[in-house]
């Protein structure tokens, strides 16, 4: 056996996190249990230093079913570093008060299940960590008790995330079938091309992660599940989950798969273009503002599959650049959705006229997250769609970057309806209500960070580069 | 140590949205001296490098190159030529008179100052940087500013102009960042300077110059704006205010003629030149078409747009004739458009605020009610049509040159532009007419002449357009030399 348990040290320590959190839920007093999540911003920030000491120190951990490489380090920084905006979005919220224990400890086990989704080596590690990272999504979900959407929203959510996952396990299930292999580069050696029933197997896991990964005609879940759950948890579900899948996608594809690239590279070239124009032309009518957001995320994930669509080295680096520049923005924007909805449900985007006048600040930053998810430079968006759009010429995917940059302006249409509102509009009330303070420098973290990272990119690229070129 | 000059012009203004960022909301007063004085920084500094700039030399100077992203090859790159000083100072001058022009605006005075200021770093950034990535966020960046500053302080239909103005902009842009990449991509020398990939573009085989070409082109033309891009800036013209409609006539439609001679066709020469035949005949549908759409309009400001894109034509005549008259001639018509057509959009915005019209039908007698603002708008005119001895006339007389000793382009397109001059001087005359003999509009009962403050911002802009008419060598001396270095890369 070969454990190295040092090279899952971030992982352990979020697992106790995890456990700790929902223990002293048992033991503790419900008015004294306000300091939960404290330590958990605490323990986090400790898995995330933990994370980039690690940088450099590669290998295979638990027995070569857990790799912790370029990749792994990417999603764990990427991924620690955005729940912590989504706890700073969560203290203190009418959501979370009074169940911390529940409601941090399933968000640390959903994530610790997406880190490991992220990072597994095989079949079986993937399909464990895919369901830690699902199931306790399910429940935060169907937190806010009292609305009636987010019940509704969470069984919706619930029964399609089943489906999906039983269409992975039905494909994996085949793949293993094949070759008698559930470590993914064990499998790549025993696989011939030629198997017809290999396509079965390209397709349902095609179907299962383009669920979770939200590729058009996939993506319908994913309005009522954001719309149903509080902002901050469509927050880490737009951004963390999706970051998780779309490495298990790289893995499994490129690790296991690459013998047969020749049956799915183009079903992901035609993923991204339906996905990200599909995405990007429902989010024009809509009115909700988690509704549109839900759709902004289907396209930016439909851009994003321009890097598996083109499927080179850099392009993979560069297409996990860009979801870490998406995650940015989109994060950013829930949380002022949290914001705007502290005192009382305000989610259409009528509530948000005259922001500006309202709470300058707040509105400052939606304009800087809506200008980065367009791509404005010098923001992260904007690197990220360069650098994307430029690995989709370099690999001769000519239509691809065509698409992502037609798409683009079709996207300006809504993200700056949103800013036109924000701006342009009278405001019904002269005042804003007061916010926690946690959040609002949540939000202005984030602010600072889609700024940051659009000007101080080199590390992330670097990472991003790294992961890129394994596979 | 050397003074980073050209971070200083270009970052100047973004100081003064720090500063105005601490006085508190509702001092106006303070943040518009504040925001003034901020924008005029960069002119103090212009003047400065004025001073030290080398006129003779053909290579790029203050250069200021760091590595940003080394990885790619990005670096924060900047450095000036002739052509880019030229622009620079009208740049830095029209800013200053805009923002003056821009005290009488009473709402929301934080942001809108702010917006101004934004819109000043991201335009003189344009003209400073030598990156493609620094170019393009430059280029960028004047787009928000100019989305809110139509969006919110604009006319009655602001909101249709500042979406129109964001969505057209947006795509040419975009398809020159794809161009950009393609660039970057296909010369594969892990750089994005400009100069560099001049030498690299020019390597490519036609069939490839051709489409990042083309990119290259949906920008800039989007920008001049080239027919039949050009229907989103009568639109931006009449909804926006005064001192938005000033930057946008007098800088932001240079910036598609500047990339023209900053990167279209130093790195794509052959590509340029197989596009001649299209592009002279769209400058000259421009020339026409613009002239006669003017002569149509009732509102004043919408006469001084289409007389732009009047105007901007012979920018691209002038390119096409591929020589030093016609070069020289763009370059010239860039300069005194700029300070012209900025004039006249100050004028029709003095005149706007205190008749609440821009009705033609609706003046009329100001020559006997306010000469001197009748007679700065005759004197601008003048200018604007051509009148030898100001300077309208040595950029197109230029153009026209060019274009008659270029052999690659038949003379009647000299002819054709020649004769617009008399459409020019037919629809500029005739609203002098209207405007300011004749009958007492109803609208002019209590209008009053220009004030002490109005003149002091007209009045280095008539100094400048009669020095540069009787003058030219004083301006032409400025850019001959880089002009003359853009035609030996092109020639190879």
């Keep these: 056996m070969h454990l190295h348990l040092e090279l899952v040290a971030p992982e352990i320590v979020i697992a106790a996190l995890a456990i700790a959190t929902l223990s002293l839920d048992l033991i503790i007093p419900k008015n004294q249990r306000a300091f939960i999540p404290y330590l958990s911003i605490l323990g986090l920030g400790g898995a995330l230093v933990i994370s980039i000491m690690q940088i450099g120190n590669w290998g295979m951990a638990l027995n070569k079913a857990f790799a912790s490489d370029p990749l792994t380090a990417f999603v764990r920084i990427a991924s620690i570093g955005l729940i912590l905006l989504v706890i700073l979005a969560s203290l203190r919220s009418s959501t979370s008060v009074g169940r911390e224990g529940?409601?941090?400890?399933?968000?640390?086990?959903?994530?610790?299940?997406?880190?490991?989704?992220?990072?597994?080596?095989?079949?079986?590690?993937?399909?464990?960590?895919?369901?830690?990272?699902?199931?306790?999504?399910?429940?935060?979900?169907?937190?806010?008790?009292?609305?009636?959407?987010?019940?509704?929203?969470?069984?919706?959510?619930?029964?399609?995330?089943?489906?999906?996952?039983?269409?992975?396990?039905?494909?994996?299930?085949?793949?293993?079938?094949?070759?008698?292999?559930?470590?993914?580069?064990?499998?790549?050696?025993?696989?011939?091309?030629?198997?017809?029933?290999?396509?079965?197997?390209?397709?349902?896991?095609?179907?299962?992660f383009g669920f979770k990964i939200t590729a058009f005609p996939f993506h319908f879940w994913a309005p009522d599940a954001y719309d149903g759950a509080s902002a901050p948890i469509a927050a880490y579900l737009a951004a963390i989950l999706k970051l998780a899948a779309f490495a298990a996608v790289l893995r499994v594809f490129l690790w296991a798969l690459p013998a047969v690239q020749a049956d799915w590279k183009i079903w992901f070239a035609v993923l991204a273009y339906v996905t990200m124009t599909a995405g990007n032309l429902m989010a024009l009518p809509q009115k909700n503002i988690k509704r549109l957001l839900a759709y902004s995320s289907i396209s930016q994930?439909?851009?994003?599959?321009?890097?598996?669509?083109?499927?080179?080295?850099?392009?993979?680096?560069?297409?996990?650049?860009?979801?870490?520049?998406?995650?940015i923005g989109t994060v950013?924007?829930?949380?002022?959705?949290?914001?705007?909805?502290?005192?009382?449900?305000?989610?259409?985007?009528?509530?948000?006229?005259?922001?500006?006048?309202?709470?300058?600040?707040?509105?400052?930053?939606?304009?800087?997250?809506?200008l980065s998810l367009i791509g404005i430079p010098p923001l992260a968006g904007f690197m990220g769609k360069l650098f994307l759009f430029g690995a989709a010429i370099e690999g001769g995917k000519l239509g691809l970057a065509l698409a992502g940059g037609i798409n683009t302006v079709i996207s300006m249409g809504y993200y700056v309806r949103i800013m036109k509102v924000i701006y342009l509009d009278k405001p019904k009330e002269p005042t804003f209500p007061r916010i926690p303070a946690s959040l609002r420098w949540g939000v202005y973290l984030a602010a600072f960070a889609t700024i940051a990272v659009g000007i101080f990119y080199g590390p992330f690229l670097d990472l991003s580069r790294q992961a890129g070129r394994l596979f | 140590m050397k003074l980073p000059l050209l971070s200083m012009i270009t970052f100047a203004p973004v100081l003064g949205i720090l500063v105005i960022s601490l006085i508190p909301r509702g001092k106006d007063m303070l943040i518009r001296r504040v925001a003034t004085i901020f924008s005029a920084l960069p002119f103090v500094f212009i003047v400065y490098v004025f001073t030290q700039f080398d006129f003779g030399a053909k290579k790029m100077q203050f250069i200021e190159r760091i590595p940003w992203i080394k990885q790619v090859g990005i670096f924060y790159y900047m450095g000036i030529d002739g052509i880019s000083i030229a622009l620079l100072f009208v740049t830095g001058l029209l800013s200053i008179m805009a923002m003056l022009a821009s005290w009488e605006i009473k709402e929301r005075v934080k942001e809108y100052f702010t917006l101004m200021?934004?819109?000043?770093?991201?335009?003189?950034?344009?003209?400073?940087?030598?990156?493609?990535?620094?170019?393009?966020?430059?280029?960028?960046?004047?787009?928000?500013?100019?989305?809110?500053?139509i969006g919110i302080w604009g006319g009655p239909r602001r909101e249709y102009a500042a979406i129109k103005f964001f969505i057209y902009t947006l795509l040419g842009s975009v398809l020159m960042l794809l161009a950009i990449l393609a660039l970057y991509f296909q010369a594969d020398i892990n750089s994005f300077s400009i100069t560099q990939l001049w030498k690299a573009g020019r390597t490519f085989a036609l069939a490839v110059?051709?489409?990042?070409?083309?990119?290259?082109?949906?920008?800039?033309?989007?920008?001049?704006?080239?027919?039949?891009?050009?229907?989103?800036?009568?639109d931006a013209h009449v909804e926006a205010p005064t001192a938005v409609s000033v930057l946008l006539a007098g800088v932001l439609l240079k910036l598609g003629g500047y990339g023209f001679f900053r990167i279209a066709m130093p790195s794509f020469p052959a590509a340029f030149e197989r596009f001649v035949p299209w592009l002279v005949v769209l400058a000259l549908i421009n020339i026409i078409y613009g002239a006669y759409v003017a002569m149509a309009q009732r509102d004043l400001k919408k006469l001084v747009a289409y007389s732009s894109i009047s105007h901007m034509g012979y920018i691209l005549l002038g390119l096409v004739a591929l020589n030093e008259a016609g070069l020289d001639g763009?370059?010239?018509?860039?300069?005194?458009?700029?300070?012209?057509?900025?004039?006249?959009?100050?004028?029709?915005?003095?005149?706007?605020?205190?008749?609440?019209?821009?009705?033609?039908?609706?003046?009329?007698?100001?020559?006997?009610?306010?000469?001197?603002?009748?007679?700065?708008?005759?004197?601008?005119?003048?200018?604007?049509?051509?009148?030898?001895?100001?300077?309208?006339?040595?950029?197109?007389?230029?153009?026209?040159?060019?274009?008659?000793?270029?052999a690659h382009l038949h003379p009647v397109f000299a002819v054709l532009a020649a004769l617009n001059i008399v459409l020019t001087a037919g629809y500029l005359l005739?609203?002098?007419?209207?405007?300011?003999?004749?009958?007492?509009?109803?609208?002019?009962?209590?209008?009053?002449?220009?004030?002490?403050?109005?003149?002091?911002?007209?009045?280095?802009?008539?100094?400048?357009?009669?020095?540069?008419?009787?003058?030219?060598?004083?301006?032409?001396?400025?850019?001959?030399?880089?002009?003359k270095n853009i035609l030996t890369i092109m020639g190879g």
Excluded at chain 1, 302 to 319: E, K, R, V, W
Aim: net charge negative.
């Design chain 1, 102 to 208: 529940e409601y941090y400890g399933l968000l640390l086990f959903s994530l610790l299940g997406a880190l490991v989704m992220a990072a597994s080596a095989d079949l079986i590690t993937l399909y464990l960590g895919l369901e830690l990272s699902a199931l306790p999504a399910y429940v935060l979900v169907a937190f806010q008790k009292h609305r009636l959407k987010s019940g509704e929203a969470a069984l919706k959510y619930f029964l399609i995330g089943l489906f999906a996952s039983l269409m992975l396990v039905y494909g994996m299930s085949l793949v293993f079938g094949f070759t008698g292999e559930i470590e993914f580069k064990a499998i790549a050696k025993h696989l011939k091309e030629g198997q017809d029933a290999l396509i079965l197997a390209i397709f349902l896991l095609l179907g299962g």
């Design chain 1, 301 to 327: 994930a439909g851009y994003a599959l321009i890097g598996l669509g083109t499927t080179t080295q850099l392009a993979f680096g560069y297409m996990l650049f860009f979801i870490f520049t998406y995650m």
């Design chain 1, 332 to 370: 950013g924007a829930f949380l002022v959705v949290a914001a705007c909805s502290t005192r009382r449900e305000a989610d259409e985007i009528d509530d948000y006229k005259g922001l500006a006048q309202r709470n300058p600040l707040l509105a400052l930053s939606m304009l800087i997250f809506l």
């Design chain 2, 117 to 149: 200021l934004f819109l000043e770093t991201g335009m003189l950034g344009v003209f400073v940087a030598l990156d493609y990535i620094l170019f393009y966020i430059f280029w960028e960046i004047t787009l928000v500013p100019m989305y809110f500053l």
């Design chain 2, 209 to 234: 110059q051709i489409p990042i070409f083309l990119g290259f082109y949906a920008g800039f033309a989007v920008k001049i704006p080239v027919f039949p891009f050009h229907t989103w800036l009568p």
């Design chain 2, 330 to 406: 763009s370059m010239f018509q860039m300069v005194s458009h700029g300070l012209t057509t900025g004039m006249l959009f100050l004028l029709v915005g003095i005149i706007y605020s205190r008749t609440h019209t821009r009705l033609i039908s609706e003046l009329g007698g100001m020559q006997g009610k306010v000469p001197m603002l009748a007679g700065a708008l005759a004197f601008d005119s003048m200018a604007s049509l051509g009148l030898p001895g100001l300077s309208g006339f040595i950029g197109e007389f230029l153009v026209l040159v060019g274009v008659i000793m270029a």
């Design chain 2, 430 to 483: 005739w609203m002098i007419q209207r405007v300011s003999l004749g009958k007492i509009g109803e609208k002019l009962k209590s209008i009053t002449d220009l004030s002490g403050f109005e003149l002091a911002y007209l009045i280095p802009l008539i100094v400048l357009i009669l020095l540069f008419g009787l003058y030219p060598t004083l301006l032409l001396n400025i850019f001959d030399v880089s002009v």
